[in-house]
């Protein structure tokens, strides 16, 4: 599922079932915080098995039950540009937890701030919180009228100056259809200027709207595919240019099981083989020839799976990377010195322990389940 899949399917869960988040779903979380802080220069934390700061209140619209799990933002107090971020890379955070299965619900008010502020170092600063782990099995009574009402209260649009302009515009507006905000009031409005760029300005205010503000603003980044936006009240977002990179997770049988072969790059980092496409070659030709230029290793590529991650590698550009399965078929195995520190094969958890990125190893876990479901399914036809 990607960001704006789960941007689509995403909704607001006010009650939660008892019990610890699985620990490959907590360290993927653990493992796109941390990519997140770095990028962000915010200190997201996720906190496990405290639910204190949503045992004390008095009952109200909107209070969440069964909550253990909760996701804080915080960042120094002295960023003027602190709540927009939080909203902008904590939306990120939520859409890739909802990708993973999990519930979410940003939480403006109704906690125990108090609760929280043991999580902060010195010269930092509070602005929400969100719940994060599993849905109970049937809604209850609380929660369906809760749901009735939301749904009541519809899809508020985008609002827009202007109806015309390119496609990636419209897109991005419809995602920003499908963003989160307090009390549904989506107080913000976007306008495609006249020399291509995009201005989003606030209408009215409220206690959380730039926070609402920079998840609008991260959904419309999703939805126009990449670009990059300026903080604050007018700020201006300018469409990235787009790239196309194809590779594969290489995969053998080996001891009963399966072997994984992930490359070091040269900038530390390990994931699979992939590399821009090059002239009118095919998807399918381009993962075949990165494999052989970075492995030495020639490869059958299975279609049947493809899956696409989208990232930006450096500002103004978006890359769509297509990842299908592949197994060896000959050649000899050797790096290309040039771009690959070095090559490894491992078994699914080491393999998943050892990517580095949070995107790559989604990668893994679906090309895990597609081979194991393809296994079973030739056991079945052969029986």
């Known amino acids: 599922m990607t960001l704006l899949d789960a941007a689509s399917v995403r909704r607001s869960h006010r009650s939660y079932r008892p019990g610890p988040i ?15 802080n770095s990028r962000s220069g915010l200190r997201l934390q996720l906190i496990c098995g405290q639910p204190e700061p949503f045992r004390s209140l008095s009952k109200s619209y909107g209070l969440l039950t069964g909550v253990e799990h909760y996701v804080v933002f915080a960042g120094p107090e002295g960023d003027p540009d602190l709540e927009e971020k939080c909203g902008y890379y904590g939306e990120e955070l939520l859409l890739t937890a909802v990708s ?14 108090k609760s929280c502020l043991c999580h902060l170092a010195e010269g930092e600063r509070l602005v929400c919180v969100a719940a994060i782990g599993y849905p109970p099995e049937k809604p209850g009574l609380r929660e369906q009228v809760i749901r009735r009402a939301a749904k009541g209260m519809g899809r508020k649009p985008a609002a827009a100056d202007a109806q015309e302009g390119p496609s990636w515009f419209a897109a991005g507006l419809a995602s920003v259809a499908l963003a989160p905000s307090a009390l549904n009031r989506r107080g913000y409005r976007f306008a495609l200027l ?29 939805g126009a ?20 990179s194809c590779g594969a997770v290489i995969w053998r049988a080996e001891g009963g099981g399966r072997q994984y072969l992930l490359a070091r790059h040269n900038g530390g980092h390990w ?88 995107s790559d190893e989604e990668i893994l876990l679906a090309a895990e389940g597609y081979l194991e479901r393809k296994q079973k399914e030739m056991r079945t036809t052969e029986c």
């Open 271 to 358: 994931s699979f083989p992939k590399g821009h496409v090059e002239g009118k070659e095919t998807e399918e030709e381009t993962a075949a020839r990165e494999i052989l230029e970075e492995t030495g290793l020639t490869a059958a590529i299975d279609t049947g799976f493809r899956h696409v991650v989208t990232y930006s590698p450096k500002p103004g550009v978006v890359k769509d990377v297509v990842f299908f399965t592949a197994t060896p078929t000959g050649g000899r195995e050797h790096p290309q010195e040039s771009e690959i520190a070095g090559l490894g094969w491992f078994p699914f958890r080491e393999a998943r322990e050892r990517i580095t990125y949070a």
């Open 100 to 113: 993973m299965g999990l519930a979410t619900c940003w939480v403006g008010g109704t906690y125990d701030k």
């Open 194 to 222: 006249p020399d291509g760029t995009v201005q989003a300005r606030l209408e009215g205010g409220g206690a959380f709207a730039l926070v609402d503000l920079g998840i609008a603003k991260y959904h419309f980044a999703l």
């Open 22 to 36: 699985h620990p490959a779903q907590r360290q993927q979380l653990e493992k796109t915080i941390s990519q997140l």
């Open 225 to 244: 595919h990449g670009g990059e936006w300026a903080w604050g009240d007018g700020g201006i977002f300018r469409k990235a240019a787009e790239e196309k």
